[in-house]
């Protein structure tokens, strides 16, 4: 675990901003660079990338599938190769993040675990579609590494059955609330699943966004999610499975504000009386008292 950051689900004080950033660079680490600038000016927390071996996690019957791209028409794999970073481009982009923000990938296989476990990472995502892959999750938990899970497109027994797994292997763990269609239907984001979620596992919970505006997202902190991650994208129209359902710059501005603003409007919950309400109690009350006189 060479690269490992200290990190704890546990001791977040107030929502923690992931800017997923993904594929949505098209493997240009340019575009990558300006997405993670972007995440920092906007004050985020985190960007976040997706890491494969394309030979070990394409399946076989999809490997010659051909697929138009902006680079051509090639095979599904050549597809995946292509848009995978090398060593020394996530070396580049965890040097381009230095001290400003933290950085981290979704880890698709082993292979990608040890590579990223390599870097200064603050903790590693399981990605949905792999919530009930019993060994990848084992693996990262034997390397003591902070997990998040994703639950998108998932039972309740099978949520169930992964958090039993973390809770038998990690004491560092955190389940995100997740709808995985790009994008997903305000109708079918049924948030109240989160505080559900933190009721039944007594863990950290956050939401993992896929909508397009950013009021439900906002909503989510309000329920509980102590954890945001959206994806995010230069533009929407740019070529890609995710970038319709990404936040753009503007977005990211606005929804980080949006979600300061909430968690200092929300209060403790105690009932009180504020010194800025007085004046307007002694005028009114005042008046109300003089009716009755």
């Not at 501005?253 to 009180?272: P, V």
Request: aromatic share 8%.
């Amino acid at each position: 675990m060479n690269g490992m950051t200290p990190f704890r689900f546990d001791e977040l004080e107030r929502a923690y901003l992931i800017a997923e950033i993904g594929i949505n660079h098209n493997g240009d680490v340019e575009i990558a660079r300006r997405l993670m600038d972007m995440a920092c000016l906007a004050e985020w927390d985190c960007v976040k990338f997706q890491k494969r071996d394309p030979d070990r996690c394409v399946p076989n019957d999809q490997r010659d599938l051909l697929r138009d791209t902006p680079w051509g028409r090639m095979t599904y794999l050549e597809y995946r190769r292509r848009l995978e970073f090398n060593k020394t481009q996530y070396h580049s982009l965890w040097k381009h993040a230095g001290e400003r923000i933290a950085a981290t990938a979704s880890v698709w296989d082993e292979n990608s675990v040890d590579f990223m476990l390599s870097l200064p990472t603050c903790f590693l995502k399981i990605p949905s579609a792999h919530l009930t892959n019993d060994d990848l999750i084992r693996y990262v938990c034997r390397h003591g590494a902070p997990i998040l899970l994703s639950t998108g497109m998932s039972t309740l027994e099978e949520v169930d059955h992964a958090v039993e797994l973390l809770q038998s292997a990690s004491d560092n763990f955190a389940i995100m609330h997740c709808h995985s269609s790009y994008p997903a239907a305000e109708a079918e984001l049924n948030l109240r699943v989160v505080p559900v979620f933190i009721e039944r596992y007594g863990c950290v919970v956050g939401y993992s966004g896929h909508e397009f505006g950013l009021s439900t997202t906002v909503a989510a902190v309000a329920l509980g999610a102590r954890i945001i991650e959206r994806h995010v994208t230069l533009k929407r129209t740019m070529w890609g499975t995710d970038q319709m359902a990404s936040v753009e710059p503007h977005g990211m501005l606005k929804l980080a504000a949006h979600i300061r603003a909430l968690e200092s409007s929300l209060g403790d919950g105690h009932k009180r009386l504020y010194d800025s309400e007085l004046p307007a109690r002694r005028r009114l009350r005042g008046a109300v008292e003089a009716c009755h006189a």
